[in-house]
């Protein structure tokens, strides 16, 4: 899996938000492939920067 460059992060980041948004949402919005997505939430995750919520949302964690 190679992992997003600056330009699909920046996509990506572009479709995330604070209010909960499916993955396959952000896949569309952001015309990448699903490994990138989820090698940059991944990413997010390990940073403390998502938010998982149930039924396959995420979000971006604000200043908690």
């Not at 699909?8 to 995330?16: G, K, Q, T």
């Not at 993955?23 to 015309?31: E, L, N, P, V, W």
């Amino acid at each position: 899996m190679v992992p997003p460059d600056v330009f699909e992060r920046a996509r990506i980041a572009d479709a995330l938000g604070p209010r909960p948004v499916q993955i396959d949402t952000i896949t569309r919005h952001a015309g990448l492939s699903a490994s990138a997505i989820i090698a940059f939430l991944l990413e997010l995750d390990i940073g403390a920067r998502l938010h998982r919520h149930a039924g396959c949302l995420v979000c971006l964690a604000m200043g908690d």
